[in-house]
């Protein structure tokens, strides 16, 4: 080796480049005398020497030259942002073989000062060798942490951490405040194929959900698995109101529909906990509410509202159908001849045997509803305004709807 | 990174030899009524080797009051069985009877995937035992098989607690029987 | 942690490889040998439950001494005062008719280790005695497979996944040989077709691509039909016209075959026979596996050799990977077998021993006078759980002066025996193995000590071989000082070497050996079989209206393994399993009790309804303890030849148990 020197630029630009890719545009904007506009892949504006555009990830319109192809290195076309157009010389970035976006140098007018940068090349293309190593850095770094968060949240849902002071000083880290009460919402793609391509629709989703955190101004604590993505949702005051759970959920269901996902989600919400060691039942019971809420059609399922569902789901199916046959089976025997009593049954209930409402809901005369009441009394051979028999024949009701009878 | 470690039960393949579920009991020392893995026809046409599923959404986690179940970045559902107070509710929960409650210890235990085999990088001893290849193992967060099914004819109810399991399901056969 | 090599030498298929987990001296875990390619690193249900099988509270510790016989009177008695009662009694027989023929021996397959002819070797130490002969088994199959290609030979199990039509009559390898499953699949994955010919709609029935029932017994007419059509499909490349008798088996399938009659005795549709025909036209090369089940009858030899004319016909027993007819081969019988075959003693007067067929043991030894038997040996068996004519054995039994049987847990048999002495499990000792199925040597570590007082068949054939030279100088003359490992030596001959590539036994120790060139059979040498007597009208005669099926059971050999709580938690319990047909006519209901008779006796089972059993057949696996073969009685064509038991010519009745 002989006397190799560095360039002067060369230690410059390193040394900016410690302030990450604005710190490159800013230099090399002031070695060219020219202004500087780095974006990545999608053409948003990701760093820039220019005041008005600097961290606004401002989208920008690429108009190439004819002559001009974007698989060069270098290309020159007219970039539309904020309303203006400018003149500028491309250059890609280029990280592991992929276009990770370009570095745009602003041009004064045309022609002329294509020849001028000529001389410039060779700064352009290292300050791109530049920013390909810092996005490669930035990517790392961001997953690094990305994985880091994923394994807390997965041992945070799975009851892993078997002491609060953990939970607590791994949330800080991301300045989580896991003391307040929080409910967990589960949002999953309905019918999902776990062994296909529907597996890709779950980054829209996540997207979609964090998407909607960040504008409801929630810190966004998500988690996807398989078909699903959890939110771990805060509730600051009056933990037994479901308002703003529901009012984000809704809005989330109506970006959705914007989506390829349309109506192909469908939610689940747990109980709120105020212990961060119990939010994994929050969690499990969110997926049981999703479950139901898709057995009982159910827009909004809370875990919290469904009371007698949730013991009758889990019971002992072989015991739940003898007590459907014993308190509604002779019913039955009896509609089998065509009539529909258990419909006339079914009505009844879901309108808390009032009659006036279930008459008019069925379009029936009131009198013929009380002669058909009468008529299941007889075939059942109870009374229906004992409170009892109204019990066992609303539980009977929702065995069948639960197991599909 | 985080997995799903799932098992893959081709019922078209498996001959209900029994193989996986002695060898499990070979590898982890189970006895009595203690069956971490068990072998039964479910329908007319196929047999079912079962074990703990370790669930996507496990109800034994829910329903216990003494969190002792915790699952592995690997997807795999453990019980710390010196947590565990017998008190059963884990072992009604579960839809593939998966918690075992062994009498003599008065304490649930549970297929766990030989997790310290898993380590060493060797297969789950039911697994390897398999020589028709029918029970196989997988990571359910990356596989992918149009072929593949979530469940077949006679196994539990999959809602609710999305079981790490993947089906192949048996395939058409031709028969003659004697008319007598 | 210590690992040993062992070979599972049950009366199987797989002899499998196993590797012992050794700790402390313990068996703490078994698991299949990696090296071993037939097995390939996996055991069965009952493999794995080894551990189990040998730190057993059922298993016998110490020898025992019963009186009277029968009684359960059990007593502890020393290895001494065990072999001085033996030797007495030996000795005093002697004395009393100038020769050892009142001595015999009951000995099989509980152990199908080379070192375990100790016993016969014993037995040859002492000079002329009475001698078991033939197989029980497979002997009827062997004997047709010698008569079609001239000796006895299988292909390589493993290249069964080279075929493109398996066609498997009357062998069940999803309970019976689960390792050759996967290469059945592994040639369907191929394209291969699987077909499987069965009576009964067994495990892998439910496999197969398609599955045929036939009638009991009538394996060679379904063969002779297919071959009939096949002959009347002309197949171009190849020309069964030079083999030995086409000329006579073209004439009688062409002349005496009626499609009608095939259809009428066989059950089976035209169609389906039509379909098989197909098959074995289309797909070459094709592989027939004669399965034991098809020869437990009395044509069970004209069954096989039909197959094997079959095969020919359609051009499947020149040697090409995949095709040929799989039954089993004798791959032992190139060893010196140096303890089966140890020369007998000379006596000054006696030339030979007395020779009697296994497949009709009891009876025909009671009938022997001049001298009578009075000494019966029983190792590796019990009779009174697999034999048949169990009426005989215990007449047998009464006449006996002395019963002594070797084995690891109180048998059937063992129970009405004066003398048990504990067997060593396979663990405790060393051996070497061949089986009769796969082609592979292996050998058979030591792993343990002993369990309590236990020992080998060889070590209680050295030790008391010894005693009786101690008290009758002169009176054997096995080498009682050769070691173990000295007669492993001596069965790996510089030729046996060569076979399987080996210059010691210590390649052994490194993994199991194929052997390197496998005996094949040849066109020249075969030839085509018409039956003897054609006669498919005559309708054999049912003295009562079942037939029963008696095959094994998925979890036990016979009686082996029925005490271990990892294959059978529940108390062992015999099953009936009869047709929906039966059920009705008999007013039986599943899990009742029933009784299944004949003028043999009478086996209380439970019934279990099998929707898709013949309405004509009962069927009920082997047990341990309460057998059905107690209702199985039937005496060969001819006892000299070494035919096996036709076990399946059996035929009861059955009815609800009173009470119900």
Request: net charge negative; hydrophobic share 35%; glycine share 6%.
């Amino acid at each position: 080796m002989g006397n190799v020197m560095i360039p002067e630029f060369a230690q410059e630009m390193l040394a900016a480049a410690e302030n990450g890719l604005n710190g490159i545009a800013i230099k090399l904007s002031q070695f060219l005398e020219h202004p500087i506009i780095i974006t990545d892949p999608l053409h948003n504006c990701i760093a820039s020497s220019l005041e008005n555009l600097e961290n606004h990830q401002t989208e920008i319109v690429i108009h190439l030259h004819l002559d001009q192809d974007f698989e060069q290195l270098f290309f020159h076309c007219v970039l539309a942002y904020n309303g203006d157009f400018k003149e500028a010389l491309g250059h890609r970035i280029i990280v592991n073989n992929l276009n990770q976006g370009c570095i745009f140098t602003l041009l004064e007018s045309a022609d002329g000062e294509k020849n001028l940068m000529d001389g410039y090349e060779s700064l352009i293309h290292y300050a791109a060798s530049l920013c390909s190593l810092q996005i490669k850095k930035d990517k790392e770094i961001k997953q690094e942490r990305y994985r880091f968060k994923n394994a807390f949240l997965f041992d945070l849902l799975y009851g892993n951490f078997k002491k609060k002071e953990d939970i607590l000083s791994y949330g800080n880290i991301w300045n989580w405040n896991l003391l307040e009460p929080h409910v967990v919402l589960v949002f999953a793609i309905k019918d999902f194929n776990y062994f296909s391509s529907d597996r890709q629709l779950i980054q829209t989703l996540l997207y979609t959900v964090e998407q909607g955190l960040t504008q409801n101004r929630i810190e966004p604590i998500t988690f996807s698995k398989q078909n699903e993505v959890v939110v771990i949702f805060p509730k600051k005051t009056d933990t037994r109101n479901q308002q703003k759970e529901t009012e984000f959920i809704t809005y989330i269901m109506n970006q959705l529909k914007k989506t390829e996902l349309q109506d192909r989600v469908a939610c689940g919400i747990g109980k709120t906990y105020e212990n961060p060691e119990e939010l994994f039942r929050s969690y499990q019971e969110a997926k049981v509410a999703f479950e139901l809420g898709q057995l009982l059609e159910v827009d909004m399922p809370s875990f919290a509202n469904m009371g007698l569902e949730t013991i009758l789901y889990k019971h002992d199916l072989q015991a739940l159908k003898e007590f459907y046959y014993y308190v509604l089976g002779d019913l039955l025997e009896y509609d089998e001849n065509g009539g529909e009593l258990m419909y006339t049954l079914e009505n009844l209930a879901k309108y808390q045997f009032d009659l006036k409402q279930t008459s008019e809901a069925l379009f029936l005369h009131r009198n013929t509803l009380r002669y058909r009441i009468k008529k299941i009394e007889e075939i059942l051979n109870i009374k229906m305004d004992d409170l009892n028999n109204r019990l066992n024949i609303i539980a009977a009701l929702k065995i069948k709807q639960l197991h599909k009878l | 990174m985080i997995k799903q470690m799932g098992f893959i039960f081709n019922a078209d393949a498996c001959i209900g030899c029994m193989a996986c579920e002695v060898a499990c009991r070979n590898e982890n020392k189970t006895f009595a009524n203690v069956k971490w893995r068990r072998v039964t026809k479910i329908s007319q046409d196929s047999f079912l080797s079962n074990s703990c599923n370790h669930c996507s959404s496990p109800e034994c986690f829910r329903v216990c009051p003494e969190s002792a179940f915790t699952k592995r970045y690997d997807g795999i559902v453990l019980i710390d069985s010196s947590l565990c107070n017998g008190c059963k509710l884990c072992v009604q929960a579960c839809p593939y009877d998966a918690p075992q409650f062994d009498y003599e210890t008065n304490k649930v235990t549970k297929c766990q995937m030989c997790y310290p085999r898993q380590d060493q990088g060797l297969l789950p001893a039911c697994v390897e035992a398999c020589s028709t290849a029918a029970l196989g193992l997988t990571d359910l967060e990356v596989f992918m098989d149009p072929k593949a099914v979530p469940a077949i004819e006679g196994f539990p109810d999959i809602r609710i607690t999305q079981p790490s399991i993947a089906f192949y399901p048996v395939r058409k056969k031709e028969r003659y029987f004697l008319e007598n | 942690m210590e690992t040993f090599r062992n070979v599972c030498p049950r009366n199987c298929y797989g002899t499998c490889g196993i590797i012992s987990h050794v700790e402390n001296g313990m068996l703490t875990k078994v698991t299949g040998d990696p090296k071993h390619g037939f097995s390939r690193g996996r055991l069965c249900a009952k493999g794995y439950a080894y551990t189990q099988f040998v730190y057993n509270s059922y298993r016998l510790k110490y020898p025992i001494i019963q009186s009277p016989r029968g009684s359960g009177n059990w007593k502890r008695i020393s290895w001494d005062d065990a072999y001085n009662i033996i030797a007495e009694k030996i000795l005093e027989l002697n004395d009393r008719y100038g020769s050892n023929l009142a001595l015999s021996y009951s000995k099989f397959s509980g152990n199908i280790g080379l070192l375990h002819f100790a016993t016969e070797g014993m037995f040859n130490s002492f000079g002329p005695h009475t001698k078991p002969f033939g197989n029980l088994c497979m002997g009827t199959g062997e004997m047709a497979i010698k008569t079609s290609f001239g000796k006895m030979a299988s292909p390589v199990p493993e290249d069964m996944a080279e075929a493109k039509l398996i066609v498997i009559w009357g062998a069940n390898p999803a309970v019976t040989n689960i390792h050759q499953m996967k290469f059945i699949y592994a040639a369907r994955k191929k394209g291969a077709k699987i077909v499987v010919i069965d009576p009964v709609f067994t495990e892998t029935a439910l496999k197969a691509d398609l599955y045929i029932q036939i009638k009991p017994g009538s394996d060679a007419y379904l063969s002779f039909g297919i071959a009939k059509l096949l002959l009347e499909k002309k197949t171009p490349e190849h020309h069964p016209e030079h083999l030995n008798g086409w000329e006579e088996y073209k004439n009688f399938l062409q002349n005496n075959v009626d499609m009608d009659q095939i259809c009428q005795k066989t059950g089976v549709k035209y169609e389906y026979i039509e379909k098989l025909a197909e098959l074995y036209h289309n797909c070459k090369p094709a592989a027939t596996w004669s399965g034991f089940g098809i020869q437990r009858n009395k044509y069970g030899g004209e069954s096989v050799e039909a197959l094997n004319s079959l095969a020919a016909l359609s051009g499947n027993i020149n040697v090409v990977k995949g095709g040929g007819v799989y039954f089993a081969h004798g791959d032992i019988y190139d060893f010196p077998l140096n303890l089966a075959n140890f020369p007998e003693k000379k006596h000054p007067s006696i030339s030979q021993s007395r020779l009697i067929n296994i497949s009709n043991f009891a009876a025909a030894i009671r009938e022997l006078k001049e001298p009578p038997v009075k000494f019966l040996w029983i190792a590796s068996r019990s009779p009174l759980s697999q034999d048949q004519n169990f009426k005989a054995w215990e007449e047998l039994f009464q006449e006996m002066e002395l019963i002594v049987t070797v084995d690891l847990y109180m048998t059937n048999a063992a129970k009405m025996s004066d003398i048990i002495l504990p067997a060593a499990s396979h663990f405790e000792e060393e051996d070497l193995n061949v089986g009769y199925w796969h082609h592979w040597l292996a050998i058979n570590e030591k792993a343990i000590p002993p369990y309590f007082e236990a020992k080998s068949d060889l070590q209680i054939a050295r030790e008391l071989t010894k005693r009786l030279n101690e008290l009758s100088p002169g009176f054997s003359d096995f080498p009682y000082d050769l070691e173990p490992i000295d007669w492993i030596k001596k069965e790996l001959t510089p030729e046996i070497k060569k076979i399987y590539g080996i210059s010691s036994y210590k390649d052994l120790l490194d993994g199991p050996r194929h052997r390197k060139q496998i005996e094949t059979v040849c066109e020249e040498a075969f030839s085509f079989h018409i039956p003897k007597k054609w006669n498919p009208d005559a309708q054999d005669k049912k003295p009562y209206p079942y037939r029963l099926l008696s095959p094994q059971s998925l979890l036990k050999i016979h009686s082996q393994f029925s005490n271990i709580s990892w294959l059978h938690p529940e108390l062992e319990e015999t099953v009936a399993e009869i047709s929906k047909k039966t059920a009705e006519e008999k007013d039986i209901k599943d899990g009742m009790k029933v009784r299944i008779f004949n003028g043999h006796g009478t086996v209380t089972a439970t019934a279990k309804i099998n929707a898709f059993l013949p309405e004509d057949v009962i069927l009920v696996r082997q047990t341990a303890k309460n057998t059905i073969n107690r209702l199985i009685t039937t005496r060969l064509h001819d006892e000299n030849n070494p035919e096996s038991t036709y076990f399946y010519d059996s035929f009861v009745d059955i009815s609800k148990k009173e009470g119900h």
